[in-house]
Nanobody, 120 residues
Framework: VQLQASGGGLVQAGGSLRLSCAAS????????LAWFRQAPGKQRELVAG???????NYAGSVKGRFTISRDNAKNTVYLQMNSLKPEDTAVYYC???????????????WGQGTEVTVSS
């Protein structure tokens, strides 16, 4: 299972970006999907997650500004980020808890990261 993230870039404070992450490979099922981020000098943190049934959860710092969604037909997860702040600057990573074809249990998979920079 491979994850390919895209959509990062440079944006002014108050602006918006939409991140996408497509899963490919021999996938039997994808359970949960999530976005994490890691700012310079800080630990990686959960930004938002979504279960297979569409239940979502958000970090308190992004609640009301970010929206996570998924397209199961395309094996893709999105992160709509509005009202961006300089403190949202980080490398954003997508994460999938997925079951590859031929396996009985899910494994943890990570995308390569996409950089988001918010200028003040």
């Amino acid at each position: 299972v491979q994850l390919q993230a895209s959509g990062g870039g440079l944006v002014q404070a108050g602006g918006s970006l939409r991140l996408s992450c497509a899963a490919s490979g021999f996938i039997f099922s994808i359970n949960a999907l999530a976005w994490f981020r890691q700012a310079p000098g800080k630990q990686r943190e959960l930004v938002a997650g979504i279960t297979g049934s569409g239940v979502t959860n958000y970090a308190g710092s992004v609640k009301g500004r970010f929206t996570i969604s998924r397209d199961n037909a395309k094996n893709t997860v999105y992160l709509q980020m509005n009202s961006l702040k300089p403190e949202d600057t980080a490398v954003y990573y997508c994460n999938a808890w997925a079951v590859p074809v031929g396996y009985a249990l899910p494994n943890d998979y990570w995308g390569q990261g996409t950089e988001v920079t918010v200028s003040s």
